[in-house]
């Protein structure tokens, strides 16, 4: 009898246990605390990527003319000398979309487009100057334009629907200038790459 009452109490105490473990889980909707609303937190995500872009840019003016420099080819040095000229304007179009926002203009640091320029750095390190590596330029520089074509894409959309129609249009007008590099690029590409196909001797 006294085995069966502590069985007893045993399982009663580990039904009690159980609840309690059980009811703590469960969230409580008194303690939720909301602290921004969807639109709220849509404006903060903006806002950073246009500080991200805003640091890509200008990462990318002292990019340019090291690619530049490392160009064989007159017609691409030509594109990524015009290309500086154009990044400049982004770079004061993404202050103009700040001022809009009532905002100070601030960097964050892009680790994408950090990454990007390092490829196009380590093609200059590892081949000599001709056009296999003018081709390589190219791959480099295609993969900036594309990240700044969905960098941009993404934040008309998001201007689009904060209700932001000035930075909207900004900010297509320079999405529609990365593509237009972008073709530019694939059009040098045809050649260059076709040269750098063909065997013969590069230049040292
Ligand atoms: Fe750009």
């Not at 894409?153 to 629907?161: N, S």
Request: hydrophobic content about 40%; aromatic content about 4%; overall charge negative.
């Amino acid at each position: 009898m006294v085995l069966n009452l502590t069985t007893l109490m045993n399982t009663l105490t580990l039904f009690v246990m159980k609840t309690k473990t059980v009811k703590s889980k469960r969230p409580s909707p008194q303690r939720k605390v909301v602290t921004k609303s969807s639109k709220e937190n849509l404006e903060e995500i903006f806002e950073d990527l246009l500080k991200d872009i805003y640091w890509a840019e200008k990462y990318l003016t002292k990019a340019l003319p090291k690619m530049s420099k490392a160009s064989f080819n007159e017609d691409l040095k030509a594109a990524f000398d015009n290309h500086l000229e154009v990044t400049e304007h982004q770079v004061k179009r993404i202050e103009q979309c700040f001022e809009l926002l009532d905002k100070k203009a601030s960097a964050k640091k892009c680790p994408g487009m950090e990454g990007l320029v390092k490829e196009g750095e380590e093609v200059i390190e590892d081949l000599h100057e001709g056009h296999a590596r003018d081709a390589g330029l190219i791959a480099a520089a295609q993969k900036i334009e594309h990240y700044e074509i969905s960098a941009y894409g993404t934040l008309r959309t998001m201007a689009k629907v904060l209700g932001k129609a000035q930075c909207a249009e900004l900010l297509e007008e320079t999405k529609d200038e990365e593509a237009e590099a972008d073709q530019l690029l694939n059009d040098l590409a045809e050649r260059i790459n076709q040269m750098a196909g063909e065997v013969g001797e590069e230049v040292e």
